[in-house]
C-alpha cells in the first residue's frame, strides 16, 4: 500500500472517537505517526464489523432493538487505491481520500450528515443492515475493504439515535485509542455507540383515595434530550421534546393563583414563552390531552440533558368515576427518536379513586320501600357534609366520597314512622385490591 494511503485510512479513524456517534478533536492524530503503518501491508481483502450498543449512563446498560444500516461510501481495490461509490459520488467530489484523515471533527460531522442524507432522500439500499440482539450486538462479516457510513436508522423505544459516522476497514488496533501506538491491522473492527436515554416519571403527592373537589398534587419528572447537531436546522421538522398529560374526564387540570402550573428545568423555575416553551391547557374530554408543555427548539438545543420537573393539581369533578376503576391520568413525552422523525413514550400513569355511599329506607314487616325519609351524613368529627331524603324507592346516594369513616343521621321520618334512635356509622377503608366497608345499625 502507498504510504500516503495508509496514513489516510488510519487517520480518520484515530479521530472518529466511535462512542455514541462522537468525534473527538484533531489532536488525536498520533495514530499515523506511528513507522509501522509504512512497513506493514494488507493482506486481507474483507474484514468485519461488530456494533455493541449501549446506554448513554455509568452502568454501560446493553441495548436491543436499535436498527442500523452501513453503507460503504469508498472501496479499497487490490491496487491499493481507493474508489468513491456511486451512489456517493457526488457528496464526496470535493473530499480527497488521501486527506480525509486530517479533516477537522466538525469537517467530518457534516460529510457524515450531508452523506446521511443522500442515502434517505434517494433510498439507497444499504450494503447490510440488522438490528441489536439482547446483548446489543449486531455483527457484519465478509465486509470489502474500504470506508462504512453508519447510521442508526431506529433507536429502542425510550432512546435517541446517535449521529451517523464513519468506519475504516482495516483499522490498525489503536483506533479506539489514539494516544497508543498502531502495531499491527484489525480486520474485525468493533465499535461501542451510546445512545441518550428518555424517560417520564409521575407521581402522585399524598393517597390515592379522593372525594368531589379535591384538589390533587401530581409531579411529573424527565429530561431534555441531549440531541446531537444532527436534529437541529429543518425548518420543516424543527427539534421537538413536549410533556403531555392526559386526564381522565372526572378530572380537572388546574392552573391558577392557588394551583399553578410549576415547571423547573435543572432545579430553576422557568415560565412558558416563546424563548422557552409553549403551555397549553384545556379540560378535554376523552383520550386529548389536557395540558401540553412544548419546548422551543433552541431552548432544547441549549438545555439538552437537563432535568425537567412540572408540579401541577388537579380537581376531582362531579364527572368523577366510583369504585375500583377509579379516575386516571396519563403522562407521556413527545420526542424525535431520529432527526425529523417524532414518536410517543410510553404512559406513566396515576389513578384516583372515589366512593359512593347508598342507602335504602324501608319498612321492617313488609319491606315496602319508604320515600320522604331525610338523612344528614357526618364526619368522625360530627360535621355535616350532606344531606338527602330518601326517593319513591326508599334510596339514598351520597357520591364521590374519600375513604374514612362516616355517620348517618336520621333527620327526618315519613309520617306515621319514628326516628332512628342512634346513628349509623359506617367506615369506608380501601386498598389496591378492593373496597372494604363496615357498618353498625339499620337505616
Not at 450486538?137 to 465478509?142: E, L, N, R, S, V
Not at 381522565?248 to 392552573?255: F, K, R, S, V
Request: charged content about 25%; proline content about 4%.
Amino acid at each position: 500500500m502507498k504510504k500516503k494511503q495508509c496514513i489516510s485510512i488510519i487517520a480518520l479513524l484515530a479521530t472518529a472517537t466511535l462512542f455514541g456517534g462522537g468525534f473527538s478533536d484533531a489532536s488525536s492524530l498520533k495514530a499515523m505517526e506511528s513507522p509501522f503503518l509504512y512497513e506493514t501491508t494488507i493482506d486481507q481483502d474483507s474484514g468485519s464489523l461488530t456494533i455493541t450498543l449501549m446506554e448513554n449512563n455509568p452502568e454501560d446498560v446493553r441495548l436491543q432493538g436499535a436498527h442500523y444500516s452501513i453503507y460503504k461510501i469508498m472501496s479499497l481495490t487490490h491496487e491499493k487505491t481507493f474508489v468513491k461509490e456511486e451512489a456517493f459520488a457526488k457528496d464526496l467530489e470535493n473530499v480527497s481520500e488521501d486527506a480525509l484523515g486530517s479533516y477537522s471533527s466538525v469537517q467530518i460531522e457534516n460529510i457524515c450528515k450531508q452523506l446521511a442524507v443522500t442515502a434517505s432522500d434517494d433510498a439507497i439500499q444499504p450494503t447490510a443492515a440488522g438490528t441489536s440482539d439482547q446483548d446489543g450486538i449486531i455483527k457484519w462479516d465478509a465486509l470489502s475493504l474500504g470506508y462504512y457510513l453508519v447510521i442508526e436508522d431506529k433507536a429502542p423505544n425510550g432512546y435517541v439515535s446517535g449521529k451517523p459516522f464513519l468506519v475504516a476497514i482495516p483499522s490498525t488496533n489503536n483506533y479506539a485509542d489514539a494516544t497508543q501506538e498502531g502495531t499491527h491491522w484489525v480486520y474485525d473492527v468493533q465499535v461501542t455507540p451510546k445512545n441518550e436515554s428518555i424517560s417520564i416519571n409521575k407521581e402522585l403527592s399524598g393517597d390515592a383515595s379522593v372525594k368531589e373537589k379535591d384538589h390533587i398534587a401530581y409531579q411529573i419528572q424527565t429530561a431534555i434530550p441531549n440531541y446531537n447537531d444532527h436534529y437541529f436546522g429543518d425548518e420543516e421538522h424543527p427539534a421537538t421534546f413536549a410533556i403531555y398529560d392526559q386526564m381522565d374526564d372526572g378530572l380537572l387540570i388546574e392552573n391558577d393563583e392557588e394551583h399553578p402550573i410549576e415547571v423547573l428545568v435543572d432545579h430553576k423555575p422557568v415560565p412558558a414563552g416563546k424563548d422557552t416553551y409553549h403551555l397549553t391547557i384545556k379540560n378535554e374530554t376523552g383520550e386529548n390531552p389536557d395540558l401540553i408543555i412544548s419546548f422551543a427548539q433552541a431552548y432544547i438545543k441549549a438545555h439538552g440533558g437537563e432535568s425537567v420537573v412540572v408540579n401541577y393539581h388537579a380537581q376531582v369533578s362531579d364527572r368523577a368515576v366510583q369504585g375500583p376503576d377509579g379516575n386516571t391520568n396519563r403522562a407521556y413525552v413527545r420526542y424525535d427518536h431520529k432527526p425529523q422523525e417524532t414518536i410517543t413514550s410510553a404512559y406513566d400513569q396515576e389513578t384516583v379513586y372515589s366512593f359512593g355511599i347508598q342507602i335504602e329506607k324501608f319498612t321492617k314487616e313488609e319491606g315496602r320501600a319508604l320515600a320522604g325519609a331525610s338523612f344528614d351524613l357526618l364526619t368522625e368529627d360530627g360535621k355535616v357534609i350532606a344531606s338527602a331524603t330518601s326517593d319513591e324507592q326508599g334510596n339514598i346516594t351520597y357520591p364521590r366520597l374519600d375513604e374514612g369513616t362516616y355517620y348517618i343521621k336520621e333527620t327526618k321520618s315519613p309520617a306515621g314512622y319514628t326516628l332512628l334512635a342512634e346513628a349509623i356509622k359506617l367506615e369506608i377503608s380501601w386498598n389496591r385490591e378492593g373496597l372494604n366497608s363496615e357498618r353498625a345499625g339499620k337505616a
